[in-house]
């Protein structure tokens, strides 16, 4: 394995380690059905995204500062079936799919991200978690039977900064048990500004994977993998270079 000087890797978790069984619009519209919604997940997914970007503006970090991370979710299940719905049918829906989401009903591993895990573990390399996210990560982990592998799991709830702040990455590697500096670390994700740009300005090593290579500066595209399995392959074959 070439990962050479590497102490610490940490991990995004949406479209990185997991990913979703289907859009969340067409989740959110299944539950809907059951309370009268006649829309399908199609109707909604506009709807859905933008009022997803309204609360991150008005009440960022999910809320943090503002309000309650489940009222932050309530808001935008409330916008999405306003005018749809009674407000009581709403209510029932958001409590439905706050917790749909904290289970493999939800949710999947991604392909390659327990061989992945599981290299990295040998090589005795410290494993965490750094990732824009609500408290509800730590459960959703455990659910997945994942949670185990994780020396830390950060959100940026809980520590009330958000990637790509260079700060969410110098938390984690104060968390780091061994004695390490910034260029001993790694972070894998899927956004080029949350994870990629915000490890590097950290001065950490940094990997993307995504299937949007549209826009990529050749230089990142050297360090971009269309998924985990991609990655994990081009590790067990010494093939990963990382400066």
Same mark, same amino acid.
């Given at each position: @394995?070439?990962l050479?000087?590497?102490k610490?890797?940490?991990?995004d978790?949406t479209n #990185?380690l997991?990913k979703f069984?289907?859009?969340?619009?067409e989740h959110?519209a299944?539950?809907?059905?059951?309370y009268?919604?006649k829309g399908?997940g199609?109707s *909604?997914k506009?709807?859905l995204?933008?009022?997803?970007?309204?609360?991150t503006?008005?009440?960022?970090?999910?809320?943090k500062?503002?309000?309650?991370?489940?009222?932050?979710?309530?808001?935008?299940?409330? @916008? #999405?079936?306003?005018g749809d719905?009674?407000?009581?049918?709403?209510?029932?829906?958001?409590k439905?799919?706050?917790?749909?989401?904290k #289970?493999?009903?939800?949710?999947? *591993?991604?392909?390659g991200s327990?061989?992945?895990?599981k290299?990295?573990?040998?090589?005795?390399i410290?494993?965490?978690?750094?990732s824009?996210?609500?408290p509800?990560?730590h459960e *959703?982990?455990?659910?997945l039977n994942l949670k185990k592998y994780f020396?830390?799991?950060?959100t940026?709830?809980?520590?009330?900064?958000?990637?790509?702040d260079k700060?969410?990455?110098?938390i984690a590697?104060?968390?780091?048990?061994?004695?390490i500096?910034?260029?001993q670390?790694?972070? *894998?994700?899927?956004?080029i500004?949350n994870?990629?740009?915000g490890a590097i300005?950290?001065?950490?090593?940094?990997?993307?994977?995504?299937?949007?290579v549209k826009n990529i500066?050749?230089?990142?595209?050297?360090?971009?993998?269309?998924n985990l399995k991609e990655?994990c392959?081009?590790?067990e074959?010494?093939?990963l270079?990382?400066?």
């Amino acid at each position: @394995m070439r990962l050479p000087g590497i102490k610490l890797v940490t991990f995004d978790v949406t479209n #990185t380690l997991l990913k979703f069984h289907k859009p969340p619009w067409e989740h959110y519209a299944a539950v809907a059905h059951k309370y009268g919604f006649k829309g399908d997940g199609t109707s *909604i997914k506009n709807k859905l995204l933008n009022n997803y970007k309204h609360m991150t503006k008005h009440h960022p970090n999910f809320g943090k500062d503002t309000i309650s991370w489940e009222r932050w979710w309530g808001k935008v299940i409330e @916008m #999405t079936f306003q005018g749809d719905l009674s407000l009581a049918n709403i209510n029932c829906i958001s409590k439905k799919l706050i917790e749909d989401y904290k #289970t493999p009903i939800c949710w999947q *591993i991604s392909e390659g991200s327990e061989d992945l895990i599981k290299i990295l573990k040998q090589s005795n390399i410290t494993i965490g978690v750094i990732s824009n996210f609500d408290p509800r990560l730590h459960e *959703i982990l455990f659910n997945l039977n994942l949670k185990k592998y994780f020396e830390f799991i950060i959100t940026s709830y809980e520590v009330g900064i958000s990637k790509p702040d260079k700060k969410i990455f110098q938390i984690a590697q104060g968390k780091c048990k061994k004695d390490i500096d910034s260029t001993q670390c790694l972070h *894998i994700g899927d956004d080029i500004t949350n994870d990629y740009n915000g490890a590097i300005e950290a001065g950490w090593h940094a990997l993307l994977v995504t299937k949007s290579v549209k826009n990529i500066e050749s230089q990142v595209l050297d360090k971009t993998f269309l998924n985990l399995k991609e990655l994990c392959e081009k590790l067990e074959n010494n093939e990963l270079i990382l400066r």
